[in-house]
Structures are given as C-alpha cells and as structure tokens.
C-alpha cells in the first residue's frame, strides 16, 4: 500500500523507514483512515528486510490531538469492515459492535505496532492528546520538541477513564499518573523527560534530525540483536503485569462509555468540554447515531 491519503512514507537514511503523520489541518486527528494505513505502512516497514529501524514522525505545529471525533470520516466506518483483528462485526447491535470497533481501532492495533519487532522511535511536537499519547507510548523511544506537551483528557473532560492503550502507570509511576489523569493537567515536555516518559528533549528545529541520529545509531548494529533486545524489555514489562493492566482497565473503559450512554444518551458527556468543541463533537454524535438508525437497504 504506497497511496496513502493520510500519511507520508519515506527513507530518510539507508536501513531507516520514516511514517509521518499527514493531517496537518485536523492536528493529526486519528480516524479509521489512518488508523489502518498506519497499520499498512508499519507492517511494510516490518517486512522490508532493508529496513532496520521505524521513525513515527508528524507534519504541521502538533503531533497528535487524538481520535477523530468529528463526522468527516463516518461514511469510512466500512474500512472497519476489513479488520486485520478476529472480533468481527463492528456494525453488531447493542454493544458488541462498538466494544468490537473500539477493540480493532484503538486497543488491539495499537499493541501490535508496539509489539512490531522492529526498533521503533517517536519525534514528537505540540500537542500529544488522549489517542495521540497511544501512538507515542506504541513507540519504543520518544524524542520531543521542547514545544512538546502530553495530556489525557478523557477523564476529567469526557467521563472516561482513560485512553484505550492504558500505559499511564507504567509510563509515569502510579502516583504522578493518578495525578495527571484527575486533574487533566497538560505534562511538559521537560517534566516528560524527567519522569522517563521521553528519552530526549530537542530544540523543535532539531528534531527531526535528532531522531534520524539516534535511528541511524541503532540501524548501525546488527538487526536480528536489536529484535530480540527489544522483545526481551517487552516482555519484562508485561510480566510486570502490563498486559492484564491493559485488559482490565479497558474493560472499565467500555463500563465508563455505557454508563454515559445511559445518563447522557451519547458515549462521552460533552458538558464539560469547551463549547465550540462540544457542538462540533455534539454534531458528529447526532450524525453518526442517525447514520446507525437508517435501515440498511438489502
């Protein structure tokens, strides 16, 4: 897959495959579409035996601001319908196909860019939010702009608790990570780098040099040792208990979201979100509840 509408994908230095996220105008907003060209462009760097090491990088003033929550991508639900999970039906009724599309989409997808075997390095600018934290935490190193700056909303705006990929403990420590998930305080990127949340932080001109260097120096030893160093700290941190954490935190995710569907009607509770944002996000629920109340033809 070499056309992708949301993302560039070059060679910035032999042995080196570089993703770049390319929605500059929506912040680098995450939807179906480049959820799964994310998946395409990783599985092609993983199975290029030129490449050694993956750069996950970002166009325009910030990396991430997480999911897409607007309607702009709706009618591209149907790209769920081409899962590369076994969940199966994201259009089920009840919960099933909501727990089964957030599964796909934002939990299970973003564990196996994790798990890619592959070294792989962020460089990170601006704003990193709730599902844009998913895609930098997915990321073996993390190099930032001193612009960086790391937040997770979803509880203290949206009723949730939590992103789906739930690593705030494992990345922060337990009592920094209570903290900045009550409070949804933004996290800098020099409190970042304290925390060892991120490896370096950058003059923002610097960055995408700095995350070639550090690429290249990894690129330069041998491939197969840098596999299996990577996977032997991966699975020291899931005996840790990493994985089950994810599962049963997710878990409570899906709790938060019915509980909202029975007090608010709408899977997140707007109210607390500014207002030009909670109409746009308003207007995208109303839209995609109408889109699943229309009788399907056939």
């Known amino acids: ?11 910035p230095a032999p042995h080196v495959a570089r993703i ?83 599964r796909e989409l934002y939990l299970d997808i973003t564990e196996r860019w994790r798990s890619a075997p592959k070294p792989t390095i962020a460089a990170v600018q601006g704003a990193v939010v709730a599902g844009g934290l998913m895609l930098a935490w997915a990321c073996d190193l993390i190099v930032c702009a001193e612009d960086a700056r790391f937040r997770d909303n979803t509880a203290a705006e949206l009723g949730i608790p939590g992103v789906e990929l739930f690593q705030h403990p494992f990345e922060l420590g337990a009592r920094r990570a209570k903290e900045w998930l009550l409070t ?71 709790v938060a979201h019915l509980h909202s569907m029975l007090v608010n009607g709408a899977p997140i509770d707007t109210s607390r979100l500014p207002a030009s944002l909670r109409a746009q996000v308003e207007a995208a629920l109303a839209e995609q509840s109408a889109a699943r109340d229309t009788p399907k033809s056939g």
Not at 3 to 9: E, K
């Open 184 to 254: 949804g305080d933004w996290l800098s990127a020099a409190d970042a780098k304290a925390i060892g949340m991120v490896n370096h932080v950058v003059p923002k001109e610097d960055l995408a040099a700095a995350a070639l260097r550090l690429a290249e120096k990894i690129a330069a030893n041998d491939r197969f040792a840098m596999k299996l160093a990577k996977q032997a700290i991966n699975q020291a941190q899931d005996l840790m208990g990493r994985r089950p954490a994810l599962e049963a935190a997710f878990s409570l995710h899906q």
């Open 1 to 11: 897959m070499s056309d992708y509408t949301q993302l560039l994908y070059d060679a």
């Open 20 to 102: 770049t996220l390319n929605r500059p105008a929506r912040m680098n907003a995450q939807g179906p579409v480049m959820t799964y060209e994310l998946d395409a462009a990783f599985k092609r760097a993983c199975h290029d035996e030129a490449v050694h090491v993956i750069i996950l990088a970002a166009a325009g003033k910030h990396f991430c601001a997480g999911h897409d929550l607007s309607a702009d991508e709706a009618g591209s639900g149907a790209r769920v319908a081409e899962p590369v999970g076994l969940w199966g039906d994201a259009a089920a009724p009840g919960w099933e196909g909501a727990y089964t599309r957030e």
